[in-house]
């Protein structure tokens, strides 16, 4: 079973272009759409609505740093911070091209920090080639799900 990949987005416009980025890749991965930091934390923590899905972390978390509730960066080091999530590679995916934004983000542990391109084909393009890098190309920790599928 494929893992999902995790999009924690607030903005509707932000989260149409991803997913129809994603879906352009055709990966076959499910993409799980959450849009503020509280609800991305029940979703990995298996609380909330989230209580019944099923076991196991996603691919790949695309945060954005903007986020209402808990931003990306209290995400991430909550992630981080947490023994069953701290493996789940984290791709920042924001407007913000910050300095501080950028070095917190490292300091805390993300995998990638991606600046929103603004024009569209740079944006589908930039998305597209992070699904296929974290969902299909990436070596996932021994243990894991699709590293177990692999070496049999």
Known sequence: MLK??????????DLELTLLALER???????????DGAQALEYLQREGEWAGRPEGNP???????????LNGLEVLQAVRASETLRSIPVVMLTSSQEEADVTRSYALGV???????????????AIAELGMFWAVINEPPPGSVRSQRQAS
Do not use: H, S
């Not at 999902?4 to 416009?13: C, F, G, M, Q």
């Not at 890749?25 to 849009?35: D, G, I, K, M």
């Not at 691919?59 to 509730?69: C, E, H, R, S």
């Open 111 to 125: 995998n990638a920090y991606v600046v929103k391109p603004v024009e569209f084909k740079q944006f589908i393009g």
């Open 4 to 13: 999902p990949i995790l999009l924690v987005e607030d903005d509707a416009r």
């Open 59 to 69: 691919a790949v978390i695309l945060l954005d740093l903007k986020l209402p509730k």
């Open 25 to 35: 890749t055709q990966l076959a991965n499910e993409v799980v759409v959450v849009r």
